[in-house]
């Protein structure tokens, strides 16, 4: 079975641009999460979806926003891009919602690393 | 979530057991313990979690004490490709997929 897939692997962009990222979930997983990555700061999460709606935020400003397609593939986008968005930006899935009682693990893809200049 | 604490670095020689502590005392009755590892320029992997029994799996063994209050993670016969940063994750069961990271250990296992 594929793990979860993100793309692109690796992005160079300018302060003040946006940027889109994509991550596909391990086939059959419905929930999917975004963390950010810095050495400063650790891993912190962004969001979380489920069923294309959003069921978990993290403390970030609403440069930062996501969604989820009807086949659990998930884009999360930044505006305004700011020196401090360069971080290698995650994308977690695992097979329960949010809501559910069952913990089920959460699965990581290798990232995306995005560099702001 | 319980915050959990951990040692930053470790050492292991290769071939040994390689034993991670993790404390995590205020720890809640619904919340598991799981466990991550993360090698430079990957994504976490996911290890093993567990909520008061003792739980083993092809990759390690996790060892809870009675209270709660610690745990070990065992990596039983280590090598060079184990060196990565392990972290210790309390999460509270159906609360979603928000985990919050520590600064974790850095494992290096020598040859």
């Known amino acids: 079975k594929a793990g979860v897939t993100q793309t692109p692997r690796y992005l160079i962009k300018t302060r003040g641009q946006q940027v889109t990222l994509s991550c596909s979930p391990i086939s059959g997983h419905r929930s999917v999460s975004w963390y950010q990555q810095t050495p400063g700061q650790g891993l912190q999460f962004l969001f979380e979806y489920f069923s294309e709606t959003q069921r978990n935020k993290g403390n970030f400003p609403g440069r930062f926003s996501g969604r989820q397609f009807s086949n659990s593939r998930s884009e999360m986008n930044v505006s305004t891009l700011e020196l401090g968005d360069s971080a290698l930006y995650l994308c977690?899935?695992?097979?329960?919602?949010?809501?559910?009682?069952?913990?089920?693990?959460?699965?990581f893809g290798n990232g995306t690393r995005l560099t702001v200049t | 979530d319980a915050k959990t604490t951990q040692p930053p670095s470790m050492d292991c020689a290769e071939g040994r057991a390689a034993n991670l502590p993790c404390n995590h005392s205020t720890i809640s009755g619904n919340e598991y313990v799981y466990w991550y590892r993360q090698i430079h320029s990957q994504g976490p992997q996911y290890i093993i979690h567990g909520l008061k029994n003792n739980e083993t799996n092809e990759m390690a063994s996790l060892i809870i004490t009675e209270d709660r209050k610690s745990s070990t993670l065992i990596l039983p016969h280590a090598t060079l490709r184990d060196t990565a940063v392990y972290y210790c994750i309390v999460r509270v069961v159906g609360a979603g997929n928000m985990l919050t990271f520590g600064g974790g250990t850095r494992l290096m296992v020598k040859p």
């Open positions: 977690a899935s695992s097979l329960a919602a949010a809501a559910s009682s069952y913990n089920s693990p959460l699965h």
